[in-house]
């Protein structure tokens, strides 16, 4: 679905993105990590047209992205702080949207219910706390139905019940097929939502294979201490170069 070759973003001295390629798959949900300014935002923004890249290519469904922003229909964003007009109500908002998709035949209230954010319609923008910004950002990616879903950071600031509630809905796209790249630094919920993991630091893919080769590779039963086992390792080897 997605295909990444050889991209490269340098912004000045800086290089952000270093040689990635990558074969993002339908029906393949990737928990994209790594230490801050590894590069995981220049990527998912390489991937949503927000950036250029310096070089290499991308292609969505074999059809490259560049001057082309059809394929934007097809993805599902969630950013991990999200920035709406203030003088706007949530009610105003979801409408404005669901006019702006207008060829959307059926679009998704799951999260909207789930969230009870009709109860909250005519509360404006401004005023949302963290917790309910989140709730909106989610419900927004999830309501056109796309196949491609880019979640950043999706439970930061939600309370125990809405992270249930939001976990249950990613898992429920996961098995009807879509595609989900999700970001988090909580590994014990990338452990139960992801089953492919790509690893980045300093603008590289260091690891890129399924989270069970990842611990069976390093002998570890959960996630974290198989990243931190892996880190250790690869560290150990730089090391001896």
């Known amino acids: 679905m997605i295909l990444i070759d050889k991209a490269c973003k340098k912004f000045g001295q800086l290089i952000a ?4 390629s990558l074969h993002l798959a339908l029906g393949k949900s990737y928990a994209l990590i790594g230490p801050n300014g590894s590069g995981k935002t220049t990527l998912i923004k390489s991937i949503l047209g927000l950036v250029v890249p310096t070089s290499g290519e991308i ?18 964003y969630m950013p991990q702080i999200g920035r709406y007009p203030d003088n706007m109500r949530i009610g105003q908002l979801l409408e404005m949207m669901k006019n702006i998709r207008s060829d959307v035949s059926k679009v ?15 509360k404006p923008l401004h005023a949302l706390s963290g917790g309910t910004r989140q709730k909106v950002s989610a419900s927004l990616a999830f309501l056109f139905n796309a196949p491609v879903m880019i979640l ?4 930061a600031g939600l ?3 809405s992270v249930e509630i939001l976990k249950e809905k990613i898992l429920h796209e996961k098995k009807m097929g879509k ?37 069976e590779e390093t002998s570890e039963v959960k996630l974290n201490k198989a990243i931190a086992t892996f880190i250790r390792q690869r560290e150990l080897l730089a090391s001896l170069n």
């Open 17 to 20: 993105l270093d040689q990635v």
């Open 59 to 76: 292609l969505f469904d074999s059809k490259s992205i560049f001057k082309n922003w059809k394929y934007r229909e097809q993805i599902g």
């Open 108 to 122: 998704d209230e799951d999260l909207i219910d789930e969230f009870k954010l009709y109860k909250i319609s005519d």
């Open 152 to 155: 950043d950071e999706p439970t």
């Open 159 to 161: 309370d125990p019940i």
């Open 179 to 215: 595609l989900m790249i999700i970001t988090s630094h909580i590994l014990n919920e990338l452990d139960e939502l992801t089953s492919e993991l790509i690893y980045m630091f300093e603008g590289k893919v260091q690891y890129n294979n399924s989270i069970e080769s990842l611990k």
